[in-house]
């Protein structure tokens, strides 16, 4: 299971006058949480996906460095809310199959001596699962 960048898009003009991002209308919401629910917030992400990755505080701070320049000047964040804002931006990638499929055999041009060489071709499909970290404020 790997973590990487989810960037959100522009809501549409009829759903948001204001032509605003996601990306700012998350930052609001993080940012109007009371420091105890955005604490409690961190501490489900921490607890629902720590296991399976190494240092994700410092992988969500570095998230919430990257979306800076996305976001509309806000408060100031605490670190709380910085690492809340990086976590709600990154997406938990599960690769869940691979498959080897069309494949194609030729001799190769160069034969010397005993034994036959060959070159071989395939195509590689792999399916994945792609998750938000979390989706209560999105």
């Known amino acids: 299971m790997v973590v990487r960048p989810f960037k ?9 006058a204001k032509d605003r991002s996601r990306a700012n209308l998350i930052a609001d919401r993080v940012l109007g949480l009371s420091h105890d629910a955005a604490k409690s917030q961190l501490a489900e992400v921490l607890e629902s996906f720590e296991g399976r990755h190494r240092n994700l505080l410092r ?3 570095a998230r919430y460095v990257e979306m800076e320049e996305a976001l509309e000047p806000h408060d100031t964040f605490t670190p709380i809310q910085r690492q809340l804002v990086g976590a709600y931006f990154l ?28 070159i071989l071709s395939l195509r590689l499909s792999a399916k994945a699962i792609s998750r938000r970290s979390h989706s209560a404020l999105a």
């Open 8 to 16: 959100p898009a522009t809501e549409p003009r009829d759903m948001n």
């Open 59 to 61: 992988t969500f701070e």
């Open 91 to 118: 997406n938990e990638y599960s690769f869940e199959a691979a498959a080897l499929f069309n494949p194609s055999i030729v001799a190769h041009p160069d034969q010397p001596g005993a034994g036959t060489r060959f």
